[in-house]
C-alpha cells in the first residue's frame, strides 16, 4: 500500500498513484504507463513489434500457438500479445487482428472440407 503522502520519485510535487512493478519508485499519474516508470519503460528492449494499441507498451511477444490457427496461423498473421496488458494483435499493423482470424478459419475450413470431399470422390 502506498503511504497517502508519497509522491512520484521525479516530479516532487504530484501525488504518487503507484509503484513501479520493476525498480518499485513511486509514480505521478505522468508517469506511470503500463505498470512502469519513466526510466523502466526507456531501459525496456524494444520490441520488434509495433507498440500495443491499448497501452502503448512496447512489450509485445509473439504467440507461437493459439487455438484458431496452431502454429501457422499467429505466424501468417504476425500475431503478437501485449506483455503489460494481454491484448492480442497483429504485431506489424498495431491492429486488431479478429478479422484477420475470422477470415483464417473459414479459409482453413473451406480447405479442409474441400479435401474430405475430394478423398470422398477418389473413394
Ligand atoms: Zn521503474
Ligand atoms: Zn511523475
Ligand atoms: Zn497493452
Same mark, same amino acid.
Given at each position: ?21 520493476? %525498480?518499485? #519508485? ?12 519513466? $526510466?523502466?519503460?526507456? !531501459? =525496456?528492449? @524494444? ?7 491499448? %497501452?502503448? #507498451? ?12 496452431? $502454429?501457422?496461423?499467429? !505466424? =501468417?498473421? @504476425? ?23 475470422? $477470415? ?20
Amino acid at each position: 500500500m502506498l503511504n497517502p503522502g508519497a509522491t512520484c520519485a521525479k516530479h516532487a510535487l504530484s501525488n504518487a498513484i503507484g509503484t513501479c512493478s520493476r %525498480c518499485g #519508485s513511486f509514480m505521478c499519474i505522468a508517469c506511470a504507463q503500463a505498470g512502469l516508470c519513466e $526510466a523502466c519503460r526507456n !531501459r =525496456l528492449p @524494444t520490441s520488434e513489434f509495433v507498440a500495443c494499441p491499448a %497501452c502503448q #507498451s512496447q512489450t509485445a511477444k509473439r504467440l507461437n500457438f493459439t487455438w484458431w490457427g496452431g $502454429a501457422l496461423g499467429p !505466424r =501468417l498473421l @504476425t500475431h503478437v500479445k501485449c506483455g503489460a496488458c494481454g491484448v492480442t494483435y497483429n504485431g506489424k499493423t498495431g491492429r486488431s487482428n479478429n478479422g484477420a482470424i475470422a $477470415a483464417y478459419i473459414v479459409i482453413v475450413n473451406v480447405v479442409v472440407i474441400g479435401l474430405v470431399i475430394l478423398l470422398g470422390l477418389l473413394d
